[in-house]
């Protein structure tokens, strides 16, 4: 017989790895290609918005930051004016995808208050516009129900009155845009844009008498008009700005109407 004479052999390390290796490697390859490519969409995104989208608020007439309008209370601290936020119903005419007539149809049933030919306009308009300046939140839920994705509902500040008509004639109002436009209301707004007390002033007798309709009988002290007066604890044209809020009322003779001296009468 003739002996066999076995042999050993081995492979050198780094030669021809196993299978299981490669298919590794090819899986790791592939999660970073992926995970790079959703990196890139994610800052591509970001530069769009950057350039192209407006950075400018719903209703706003400049991108300077605007603070919150504050409170307006009586002596005891009870506010007469404040600002909440409500829901309002933005919508982007371009980017509506389903039927324009049928979608103004469904707006004009949950808000029957605006016919369905004013919604149709504003959907087929050129620029983007408020389709709701304030809606209930559940008119809200039905809007967003509709699955229209050019729809949208931001929050805006708006003016609550919790004592309703009280003091109304000396509170005032402010406009569509949330800017003060009588009374109290457009005096904070005048401060708050820097005029100065002399303006605020004005604004609460002579403007707002002129703005009603009333002028002729109030808003200044003139022969046969009626007249508010206060005494005041200081000249608000004599202390600075941010101390005017401070000064107290001393005394009030109300409904008074001026009249010539008595060597000039008739």
């Known amino acids: 017989m003739n002996p066999q004479l076995a042999r050993t052999t081995t492979r050198k390390s780094g030669v021809n790895p196993p299978p299981f290796a490669a298919h590794g490697f090819w899986r790791m390859l ?18 769009t918005l950057a350039l192209f989208e407006s950075t400018r608020a719903y209703g706003a007439t400049s991108t300077e930051y605007v603070p919150e309008r504050g409170d307006i209370v009586d002596r005891n601290g009870i506010p007469l004016a404040r600002s909440i936020y409500g829901y309002a119903i933005w919508v982007k005419p371009a980017e509506i995808l389903g039927d324009r007539k049928q979608l103004a149809n469904q707006l004009a049933a949950i808000f029957p208050d605006t016919s369905a030919s004013e919604f149709y ?7 983007p516009g408020y389709l709701r300046k304030r809606a209930l939140p559940e008119q809200v839920r ?36 949330g800017k003060g436009a009588m009374g109290m209301e457009r005096v904070v707004a005048l401060l708050e844009q ?51 809020p401070d000064i107290a009322v001393v005394a009030r003779i109300r409904l008074v109407r001026a009249t010539p001296d008595a060597d000039e009468q008739p």
């Open 30 to 47: 592939i999660l970073l290609v992926a995970f790079g490519m959703f990196v890139m969409l994610l800052i591509g995104r970001l530069a």
């Open 121 to 127: 306009a504003k959907l087929t308009a050129n620029k």
């Open 142 to 177: 039905q809007v967003h129900s509709l699955g229209e994705i050019a729809i949208e509902f931001p929050r805006e500040a708006t003016r609550l009155y919790p004592q309703h008509d009280m003091a109304a004639h000396v509170l005032g109002f402010v406009n569509r845009d």
């Open 194 to 244: 820097g005029a100065s007390v002399y303006a605020a002033l004005r604004a609460l007798t002579t403007d707002a008498a002129r703005a009603s309709g009333a002028d002729e009988v109030r808003g200044s002290l003139e022969v046969a008009k009626v007249a508010d007066l206060v005494l005041l604890s200081a000249d608000p044209m004599a202390v600075a700005p941010e101390l005017v």
